[in-house]
């Protein structure tokens, strides 16, 4: 469904990321694991035409988007739940869901439609429903992250980039955040690519997952090799620490 | 419809696996380049970074890996993670010279029994089988290889390792196998024991024979099946590249099809070292993708093959590559044609009743290649009449010289006068001083 080949994006001279290749299959959840600044962010940014590529070749279905600005983008069916959240405060959760699906209204899509998919994020997402007015900024963390992912399910998308949706949240609330992920695959088909400083949740909820390092690809796997792959439990898992620290 | 063990990697659409191929490829050149100084100083010399490589195609532009790099780093010099990753180290069969050292990390041992695992499954085995392994177990890859693809499959391994005919026998008798495991030289030395022995192979359970480790000709190929009535099929592997794995046969026996999301296969010519386009005979090159411990970019593999990408009956994309047709440093010049031993079995075994053991004795008489092929002589073509005699010497060299296109003088030696090997036969003495 999704194609990227020999991917090159820049930070000013900043050289982020250097041929990235990969390719999510329709109805995956495909993990990008990696150290800060590996370019993790900077692949979703890419996709999504925040940061677009210098060079290489995006593939959405077929369809070549690594030219198109990120409206653009967001129409062929590809939806960012940027790094920390990203909601419009001062609006309520409600507005902020609504402006999801801004795009729809400007293609002037049936508002039945647009309002019974705001009825099934509701559905989801129950507590946004009980905090329908209130506005976006009073909500917790996890909250607002719920916000994030429902505003992107309102544009309909058929991929959905996630960025650290775990971040700053508690345990409990983590948890619940990836039954979600997982539930949107599940009940949508939404496929899903993301990214997550948590690499051992993100490998237990994906199919797959590529390990950055430096701008490269170092390494792809099924998540179920990767877990147990030394350099990855080394360097983004926590283990051997002990062994690290000796050298 | 046939069983195939991973549908997901095995029916893959060409653009799918090339995709795959490419992904895997950059992430094991860039895992290369860091962590092994030898793929680093050899990029380096040709002035080439892992970036450089945007597509399958710039494969080419890498610079080939031998048996000798993983002597000079001998014995750990070519690993990519340091040691106490490493689980497993086993040596090359040493075909020809010294050893060569290869090791695998826990998760290559795991790929490797998936990879072995399909191309039993090809052939024909499942979780009702038993199978025999006669191969050595030890520092060869092959014994180890086929016993986890068993267990992979939920097969009963039987671990026979090689050697001890007869007691090999009646365990195939006791326990019922039906599955077995050698080369196909020791195929036909168990064939030839059981006659001996008066043992009827149809009083036997075996089904499907998994024979590998050295290239063999489908005139052997219907000798064993007649001989020990089971499916023979071919499997390939090396152990440098992972051990058997590589590629196997499916029941349709049309070539043995290459794990492509696994290795990158390449065909070049061994004189020019130019790749050479889908069809044509050369010597095949492999690179490893998902290899760990021992990635191996753009090994020679000193097989002669060709490779087939047309489609296959079985319902398999990947790519089949024909029974090995000889070795590139087998190969025999002789009056500047080139010569594989296994054209000279295939010319041996259509002579009705001709056994398979034979030599061929290269010399160079004044400034002349002389090729003589020695063959054990049996009941069959031996004859009291001298002009009979003559008669079938005369027509086994009409048929070799037109096979070649170079003349050979057959000579028949006593039975069992030629050395046997455990496993390979050595056929090839070349007494050329040049």
């Excluded at chain 2, 496993?423 to 001083?433: F, H, M, P, Q, T």
Aim: proline share 4%; net charge neutral.
């Amino acid at each position: 469904m999704l194609r990227l080949k020999n991917v090159n994006t820049f930070y000013g001279k900043v050289h982020a990321l250097k041929n990235v290749s990969l390719h999510l299959e329709k109805g995956e959840i495909v993990t990008l694991i990696g150290a800060n600044g590996a370019g993790k962010t900077t692949i979703l940014n890419t996709i999504s035409g925040v940061t677009p590529a210098a060079a290489g070749e995006i593939l959405f279905e077929r369809e070549l988007v690594q030219a198109l600005s990120p409206d653009r983008i967001v129409r062929t069916g590809i939806a960012q739940v940027p790094e920390g959240r990203q909601v419009f405060k001062p609006l309520s959760v409600e507005d902020n869901l609504e402006l999801g699906a801004y795009l729809r209204y400007r293609q002037r899509e049936a508002k039945s439609r647009i309002q019974q998919d705001k009825q099934e994020v509701f559905s989801l997402f129950p507590r946004l429903e009980e905090r329908r007015k209130q506005s976006a900024g009073t909500l917790s963390g996890g909250e607002q992250q719920m916000l994030a992912i429902g505003r992107a399910m309102m544009t309909r998308p058929k991929l959905m980039l996630l960025d650290e949706p775990s971040m700053g949240l508690a345990p409990l609330v983590v948890q619940e955040i990836f039954r979600v992920i997982d539930n949107l695959r599940k009940q949508h088909g939404t496929t899903i690519l993301l990214v997550e400083q948590n690499a051992k949740a993100a490998l237990n909820l994906a199919d797959r997952g590529y390990v950055l390092e430096t701008g490269k690809v170092i390494l792809e796997g099924l998540s179920s090799n990767l877990l147990e792959n030394k350099d990855v439990q080394r360097a983004y898992l926590g283990r051997e620490k002990k062994e690290l620290w000796e050298r | 419809m046939e069983l195939i063990w991973d549908p997901t990697y095995e029916c893959m659409e060409r653009e799918e696996i090339e995709q795959l191929q490419l992904e895997r490829l950059q992430a094991t050149l860039n895992r290369a380049y860091k962590n092994v100084s030898c793929y680093r100083n050899k990029f380096n010399e040709l002035g080439i970074v892992p970036e450089d490589i945007r597509s399958l195609a710039d494969l080419a532009r890498l610079p080939f890996t031998t048996k000798e790099d993983l002597r000079l780093n001998y014995p750990y010099g070519m690993f990519a993670v340091p040691l106490r990753e490493v689980v497993r180290i086993h040596s090359s069969s040493g075909t020809t010279g010294k050893p060569t050292v290869v090791g695998y990390t826990k998760h290559d041992l795991q790929t490797w029994s998936g990879l072995v695992a399909r191309f039993m499954t090809a052939a024909g085995v499942t979780h009702d089988d038993v199978v025999q392994i006669a191969f050595g177990y030890g520092l060869f890859t092959g014994a180890f290889g086929l016993h986890y693809g068993s267990e992979t499959i939920g097969a009963s391994v039987i671990p026979m390792s090689s050697g001890n005919t007869e007691k090999q026998i009646m365990i195939m008798q006791d326990y019922k196998s039906t599955a077995l495991v050698c080369t196909p030289t020791y195929a036909i030395t168990l064939a030839d024991k059981m006659e001996r022995m008066g043992v009827d192979p149809n009083s036997l359970s075996l089904k499907v024979g998994l024979f590998g480790g050295e290239p063999w000709s489908e005139s052997m190929r219907k000798e064993i099946e007649t001989r020990l009535g089971l499916s023979a099929t071919d499997n390939y592997g090396l152990s440098e590249v992972i051990g058997p794995g590589v590629a196997g046969e499916c029941p349709h026996k049309c070539g043995m099809h290459i794990f492509e999301d696994a290795f990158i296969a390449e065909i070049i010519d061994p004189e020019t070292c130019q790749v050479l386009p889908p069809g044509s005979v050369g010597e095949l090159v492999l690179t490893t993708l998902t290899k760990e411990a021992l990635p191996m970019i753009r090994y020679r593999t000193r097989d002669i093959t060709s490779l087939d990408y047309s489609k296959c009956a079985c319902g398999r994309t990947l790519v089949r590559m024909k029974k090995t047709m000889g070795r590139s440093d087998d190969m025999l010049i002789i009056k500047g044609v080139n010569v594989f031993p296994s054209q000279i079995e295939e010319v041996l075994f259509a002579i009705e009743g001709c056994q398979p053991h034979y030599q061929l004795v290269v010399d160079r008489v004044g400034a002349m290649d002389d090729l003589e092929v020695r063959i054990e002589v049996t009941e069959n073509i031996f004859f009291d009449e001298m002009k009979r005699q003559r008669a079938f010497l005369e027509m086994v060299e009409k048929k070799i010289a037109s096979m070649l296109g170079v003349g050979a003088t057959v000579k028949l030696v006593e039975p069992n006068s030629i050395p046997r090997q455990e496993g390979k036969a050595s056929r090839v003495i070349d007494k050329r001083k040049i």
